[in-house]
């Protein structure tokens, strides 16, 4: 996982392809201008999922993983929690190839934050359960996007 302020983004340029195509994006666009529904930026390789959910309760989720794709993400408007999963994992729903996604439960986790402009990367195979009830919140609205970011390996262009 990278974890930071978005306006902090750049610092890590030259790591994938894919991100410094975002980067550069993000330099020209205001994400908070996409529409809800999936929006590309470069072809499949870059894409930006817009969505509208309601924060959810750790226990009523399970950790994702990605096999293509890393996961970049941010809210934009209301703010959430999520999980990165460590230790033992149990497969809880096989990966679905056509989707790039799968579930697993964990022993343990490390917390974070999208509020305040934050963002957080998760990487390929790192499992992540995004979309978390916010500290004493309750559930609540949120606008976010997920940024995809194909790995290098998978880059066509």
């Not at 790591?15 to 930026?41: C, K, Q």
């Not at 817009?50 to 794709?69: I, K, Q, S």
């Not at 697993?104 to 979309?131: C, Q, R, W, Y």
Request: glycine share 8%; net charge negative; aromatic share 10%.
């Amino acid at each position: 996982m990278i974890y930071g302020a978005l306006e902090d983004l750049g610092r890590y340029r030259g790591m994938f392809r894919s991100l410094d195509v975002l980067i550069d994006w993000l330099a020209e666009h205001d994400p908070a201008t996409l529409p809800v529904g999936s929006n590309p930026i470069e072809g499949e390789n870059v894409f930006a999922n817009v969505m509208e959910a309601t924060t959810r309760a750790a226990a009523d989720a399970h950790f994702e993983t990605h096999h293509r794709y890393m996961d970049l993400q941010i809210d934009l408007e209301g703010r959430e929690a999520f999980k990165v999963a460590t230790g033992a994992q149990t497969l809880v729903e096989p990966f679905n190839e056509a989707d790039d996604f799968e579930l697993v439960d964990a022993a343990g986790s490390i917390d974070g934050d999208l509020a305040e402009g934050k963002f957080a990367i998760f990487m390929v195979n790192e499992p992540h359960m995004p979309t978390l009830v916010y500290g004493e919140d309750g559930p609540s609205s949120v606008k976010k996007i997920c940024f995809k970011l194909i790995l290098d390996e998978y880059y066509q262009g």
